[in-house]
Protein backbone atom coordinates (compact mmCIF):
# COMPACT_ATOMS: atom_id res chain seq x y z
CA UNK A 1 0.00 0.00 0.00
CA UNK A 2 2.06 2.59 1.40
CA UNK A 3 5.72 1.82 2.61
CA UNK A 4 6.44 1.50 6.09
CA UNK A 5 6.67 5.70 6.78
CA UNK A 6 3.00 6.83 6.21
CA UNK A 7 3.48 9.82 8.20
CA UNK A 8 6.96 10.90 6.10
CA UNK A 9 5.13 10.33 2.81
CA UNK A 10 2.06 12.47 4.03
CA UNK A 11 4.50 15.17 5.14
CA UNK A 12 6.51 15.19 2.07
CA UNK A 13 3.52 14.92 -0.10
CA UNK A 14 1.93 18.12 1.38
CA UNK A 15 5.44 20.15 1.64
CA UNK A 16 5.88 19.50 -1.56
CA UNK A 17 2.12 20.91 -2.19
CA UNK A 18 2.59 24.36 -0.02
CA UNK A 19 3.72 27.22 -1.88
CA UNK A 20 6.42 29.85 -0.64
CA UNK A 21 4.03 32.15 -1.31
CA UNK A 22 1.14 30.51 0.89
CA UNK A 23 4.09 30.10 3.84
CA UNK A 24 4.45 33.11 4.03
CA UNK A 25 8.09 33.23 2.24
CA UNK A 26 9.23 35.66 -0.23
CA UNK A 27 11.26 33.67 -3.21
CA UNK A 28 13.68 34.60 -5.38
CA UNK A 29 15.12 32.74 -8.56
CA UNK A 30 14.24 29.51 -9.57
CA UNK A 31 13.36 27.04 -6.80
CA UNK A 32 14.89 23.04 -7.50
CA UNK A 33 12.31 21.71 -4.67
CA UNK A 34 8.42 22.09 -5.28
CA UNK A 35 6.66 23.74 -2.50
CA UNK A 36 8.53 24.08 0.61
CA UNK A 37 12.16 22.95 1.33
CA UNK A 38 12.43 20.80 4.55
CA UNK A 39 14.85 23.50 6.42
CA UNK A 40 11.63 26.00 5.61
CA UNK A 41 9.45 23.68 7.38
CA UNK A 42 11.28 22.92 9.93
CA UNK A 43 11.91 27.07 10.67
CA UNK A 44 8.34 28.02 10.71
CA UNK A 45 7.01 25.13 12.96
CA UNK A 46 9.60 25.63 15.52
CA UNK A 47 11.89 22.34 15.19
CA UNK A 48 15.36 21.53 14.40
CA UNK A 49 15.97 20.85 10.33
CA UNK A 50 17.57 16.98 11.65
CA UNK A 51 14.08 16.64 13.50
CA UNK A 52 12.30 17.01 10.60
CA UNK A 53 14.33 15.02 8.63
CA UNK A 54 13.67 12.10 11.05
CA UNK A 55 10.12 12.69 10.87
CA UNK A 56 10.09 12.66 6.57
CA UNK A 57 12.20 9.53 6.54
CA UNK A 58 10.74 7.50 9.54
CA UNK A 59 13.07 7.49 11.95
CA UNK A 60 11.11 9.45 14.39
CA UNK A 61 7.79 8.20 14.50
CA UNK A 62 6.01 10.15 17.95
CA UNK A 63 6.01 13.43 17.67
CA UNK A 64 4.43 15.29 20.34
CA UNK A 65 0.65 17.20 19.28
CA UNK A 66 2.26 20.34 19.67
CA UNK A 67 4.47 19.40 17.11
CA UNK A 68 1.63 18.02 14.84
CA UNK A 69 -0.55 21.00 15.21
CA UNK A 70 2.73 23.02 14.36
CA UNK A 71 3.08 21.00 11.37
CA UNK A 72 -0.30 21.62 10.33
CA UNK A 73 -0.69 25.22 10.57
CA UNK A 74 2.90 25.73 8.28
CA UNK A 75 1.47 23.20 5.66
CA UNK A 76 -1.90 24.76 6.04
CA UNK A 77 -3.98 21.54 6.75
CA UNK A 78 -7.69 21.74 6.76
CA UNK A 79 -9.57 20.10 10.00
CA UNK A 80 -9.62 16.97 7.93
CA UNK A 81 -6.34 16.51 7.25
CA UNK A 82 -5.31 17.68 10.55
CA UNK A 83 -6.95 14.52 12.33
CA UNK A 84 -5.39 12.40 9.29
CA UNK A 85 -2.18 13.19 10.67
CA UNK A 86 -2.38 13.26 14.30
CA UNK A 87 -3.94 9.34 12.85
CA UNK A 88 -0.73 8.64 11.45
CA UNK A 89 1.34 9.44 14.21
CA UNK A 90 -0.96 7.27 16.50
CA UNK A 91 -0.77 4.14 14.05
CA UNK A 92 1.23 1.59 14.33
CA UNK A 93 1.94 -1.32 11.85
CA UNK A 94 0.32 -4.75 13.43
CA UNK A 95 0.27 -8.51 12.14
CA UNK A 96 -1.31 -8.50 8.90
CA UNK A 97 -5.19 -9.23 9.24
CA UNK A 98 -7.42 -11.34 6.77
CA UNK A 99 -10.79 -9.23 7.01
CA UNK A 100 -13.95 -11.99 7.12
CA UNK A 101 -16.81 -11.18 5.32
CA UNK A 102 -19.47 -8.36 6.61
CA UNK A 103 -22.67 -8.39 6.95
CA UNK A 104 -25.68 -5.60 6.73
CA UNK A 105 -28.12 -5.60 10.07
CA UNK A 106 -31.29 -7.64 8.62
CA UNK A 107 -33.22 -4.30 9.72
CA UNK A 108 -31.29 -1.94 7.92
CA UNK A 109 -31.56 -3.52 4.56
CA UNK A 110 -35.52 -3.71 5.53
CA UNK A 111 -35.28 0.42 5.99
CA UNK A 112 -33.59 0.79 2.66
CA UNK A 113 -36.11 -1.53 0.87
CA UNK A 114 -39.14 1.01 1.73
CA UNK A 115 -37.52 4.20 -0.02
CA UNK A 116 -38.88 3.79 -3.46
CA UNK A 117 -37.91 6.97 -4.79
CA UNK A 118 -34.33 7.20 -3.20
CA UNK A 119 -31.42 4.96 -4.15
CA UNK A 120 -29.00 4.05 -1.08
CA UNK A 121 -25.99 1.68 -1.04
CA UNK A 122 -23.93 0.31 2.33
CA UNK A 123 -20.33 0.47 1.73
CA UNK A 124 -17.21 -0.41 4.16
CA UNK A 125 -14.18 1.71 4.65
CA UNK A 126 -12.67 0.47 1.58
CA UNK A 127 -15.80 1.59 -0.37
CA UNK A 128 -16.72 -2.11 -1.14
CA UNK A 129 -20.37 -2.09 -1.65
CA UNK A 130 -22.01 -4.12 0.50
CA UNK A 131 -25.48 -3.90 -0.24
CA UNK A 132 -28.46 -1.99 -2.34
CA UNK A 133 -31.28 -1.17 -2.10
CA UNK A 134 -33.61 -1.71 -5.65
CA UNK A 135 -32.98 1.70 -7.11
CA UNK A 136 -29.49 1.98 -5.43
CA UNK A 137 -28.98 -1.13 -7.65
CA UNK A 138 -30.53 -0.35 -10.80
CA UNK A 139 -28.59 3.43 -10.59
CA UNK A 140 -25.04 1.59 -9.89
CA UNK A 141 -25.87 -1.72 -11.66
CA UNK A 142 -22.39 -1.17 -14.11
CA UNK A 143 -20.51 -0.84 -10.87
CA UNK A 144 -22.12 -4.01 -8.87
CA UNK A 145 -21.71 -6.40 -12.05
CA UNK A 146 -18.26 -7.31 -10.68
CA UNK A 147 -18.08 -10.70 -7.95
CA UNK A 148 -16.59 -8.13 -5.49
CA UNK A 149 -18.06 -4.62 -6.36
CA UNK A 150 -15.63 -2.03 -5.28
CA UNK A 151 -16.33 1.72 -6.05
CA UNK A 152 -12.55 2.51 -6.07
CA UNK A 153 -11.65 -0.16 -8.49
CA UNK A 154 -14.65 0.53 -10.82
CA UNK A 155 -13.52 3.99 -11.38
CA UNK A 156 -9.93 3.02 -12.02
CA UNK A 157 -10.29 0.19 -13.79
CA UNK A 158 -13.64 -0.24 -15.75
CA UNK A 159 -14.37 1.63 -18.95
CA UNK A 160 -17.71 1.88 -18.25
CA UNK A 161 -17.02 4.65 -15.45
CA UNK A 162 -15.78 7.18 -18.04
CA UNK A 163 -19.38 6.82 -19.50
CA UNK A 164 -20.97 7.40 -16.25
CA UNK A 165 -19.52 9.70 -14.23
CA UNK A 166 -19.51 12.68 -16.44
CA UNK A 167 -17.25 14.42 -14.06
CA UNK A 168 -14.82 11.42 -14.00
CA UNK A 169 -11.63 13.35 -12.54
CA UNK A 170 -14.03 14.71 -9.81
CA UNK A 171 -15.29 11.43 -8.89
CA UNK A 172 -11.64 10.03 -8.90
CA UNK A 173 -10.35 12.18 -6.69
CA UNK A 174 -13.21 12.18 -4.13
CA UNK A 175 -13.00 8.52 -4.53
CA UNK A 176 -9.28 8.55 -3.10
CA UNK A 177 -9.79 11.55 -0.59
CA UNK A 178 -12.18 9.05 1.14
CA UNK A 179 -10.12 5.86 0.95
CA UNK A 180 -6.70 7.59 2.35
CA UNK A 181 -8.27 7.81 6.27
CA UNK A 182 -9.28 3.67 5.85
CA UNK A 183 -5.09 3.36 5.10
CA UNK A 184 -4.58 5.10 8.02
CA UNK A 185 -6.88 3.42 9.98
CA UNK A 186 -6.43 -0.02 8.65
CA UNK A 187 -2.60 -0.46 7.79
CA UNK A 188 -2.75 -3.84 8.73
CA UNK A 189 -5.64 -4.72 6.63
CA UNK A 190 -4.55 -7.44 3.63
CA UNK A 191 -7.82 -6.69 1.81
CA UNK A 192 -7.28 -3.25 1.41
CA UNK A 193 -3.20 -3.43 0.85
CA UNK A 194 -4.05 -5.76 -2.11
CA UNK A 195 -6.61 -3.28 -3.29
CA UNK A 196 -4.00 -0.15 -2.86
CA UNK A 197 -1.25 -2.81 -4.60
CA UNK A 198 -3.99 -3.60 -7.45
CA UNK A 199 -4.88 -0.44 -8.57
CA UNK A 200 -1.09 1.19 -8.33
CA UNK A 201 -0.14 -1.48 -11.03
CA UNK A 202 -2.87 -1.28 -13.25
CA UNK A 203 -3.93 2.42 -13.14
CA UNK A 204 -0.96 5.64 -14.03
CA UNK A 205 -3.67 7.78 -12.96
CA UNK A 206 -4.28 5.94 -9.70
CA UNK A 207 -0.78 6.27 -8.74
CA UNK A 208 -0.10 9.47 -9.25
CA UNK A 209 -3.18 10.83 -7.21
CA UNK A 210 -2.41 8.28 -4.33
CA UNK A 211 0.66 10.30 -4.32
CA UNK A 212 -0.66 13.24 -3.09
CA UNK A 213 -1.65 12.00 -0.11
CA UNK A 214 -5.32 13.76 -0.52
CA UNK A 215 -7.95 14.05 2.45
CA UNK A 216 -11.77 13.84 2.13
CA UNK A 217 -14.30 12.29 3.70
CA UNK A 218 -17.72 11.05 2.12
CA UNK A 219 -20.18 13.45 3.50
CA UNK A 220 -22.29 15.20 1.49
CA UNK A 221 -21.97 16.48 -2.26
CA UNK A 222 -23.49 16.42 -5.99
CA UNK A 223 -22.52 14.28 -8.56
CA UNK A 224 -23.35 13.77 -12.24
CA UNK A 225 -23.96 10.59 -13.71
CA UNK A 226 -24.85 9.08 -17.08
CA UNK A 227 -27.22 5.77 -16.75
CA UNK A 228 -27.23 3.69 -19.92
CA UNK A 229 -31.30 3.63 -19.87
CA UNK A 230 -32.16 7.27 -18.23
CA UNK A 231 -29.72 9.25 -19.51
CA UNK A 232 -28.20 12.32 -17.33
CA UNK A 233 -28.90 12.66 -13.53
CA UNK A 234 -27.62 15.14 -10.66
CA UNK A 235 -27.83 13.68 -7.71
CA UNK A 236 -27.08 14.49 -3.94
CA UNK A 237 -25.96 12.23 -1.50
CA UNK A 238 -25.50 12.47 1.95
CA UNK A 239 -22.99 9.82 3.80
CA UNK A 240 -24.32 8.73 7.37
CA UNK A 241 -23.04 6.45 9.74
CA UNK A 242 -24.15 2.95 10.66
CA UNK A 243 -23.98 2.74 14.49
CA UNK A 244 -23.20 -0.55 15.76
CA UNK A 245 -21.29 -2.04 12.55
CA UNK A 246 -17.24 -0.25 12.64
CA UNK A 247 -16.48 1.21 9.22
CA UNK A 248 -20.30 0.97 7.94
CA UNK A 249 -21.81 3.78 5.46
CA UNK A 250 -25.41 4.10 4.45
CA UNK A 251 -24.90 6.34 1.16
CA UNK A 252 -28.41 8.38 0.29
CA UNK A 253 -28.61 10.02 -2.73
CA UNK A 254 -32.03 12.37 -3.79
CA UNK A 255 -32.49 14.44 -6.50
CA UNK A 256 -33.91 18.09 -6.36
CA UNK A 257 -37.72 17.57 -6.53
CA UNK A 258 -39.38 18.30 -9.79
CA UNK A 259 -36.44 18.48 -11.46
CA UNK A 260 -35.33 16.46 -14.89
CA UNK A 261 -32.86 13.92 -12.86
CA UNK A 262 -36.04 13.45 -10.32
CA UNK A 263 -38.11 12.55 -13.34
CA UNK A 264 -35.12 10.19 -14.84
CA UNK A 265 -34.70 8.95 -11.30
CA UNK A 266 -38.29 8.01 -11.46
CA UNK A 267 -38.17 6.84 -14.70
CA UNK A 268 -35.47 4.45 -13.61
CA UNK A 269 -37.63 3.09 -10.58
CA UNK A 270 -39.31 1.45 -13.01
CA UNK A 271 -36.53 -0.68 -14.01
CA UNK A 272 -36.00 -1.03 -9.97
CA UNK A 273 -39.63 -2.57 -9.62
CA UNK A 274 -38.35 -5.67 -11.13
CA UNK A 275 -35.25 -6.60 -9.48
CA UNK A 276 -35.51 -8.55 -5.92
CA UNK A 277 -35.85 -6.45 -2.88
CA UNK A 278 -32.50 -5.42 -1.09
CA UNK A 279 -29.81 -7.84 -0.47
CA UNK A 280 -25.89 -7.67 0.03
CA UNK A 281 -24.59 -6.86 -2.98
CA UNK A 282 -22.57 -10.31 -4.78
CA UNK A 283 -19.26 -11.19 -3.03
Do not use: C
Not at 2 to 29: H, K, Q, V, Y
Not at 227 to 234: A, D, F, M
Request: net charge positive.
Amino acid sequence: MDGSNPLGEFLRARREMTSPERAGITSWGRRRTPGLRREEVAQLSGVSTDYYARLEQGREQHPSGQVLDALARTLGLDPEEVAHLHLLARAGRGPVRRSTRESVRPSLLRLMDGWLHTPALIINRRMDVLAGNRLGRALFAKALEADEPNLVRFVFLDPAARSFYPRWTQVAQSSLGALRPAAAEMLNDARLTDLVDELSLRSPEFGRLWARHDVRGKAHEAKAFHHHQVGELTLTYDSLTVDGATGQQLIVYQAEPGSHSAQALALLGTVAAELPSSAPAPR
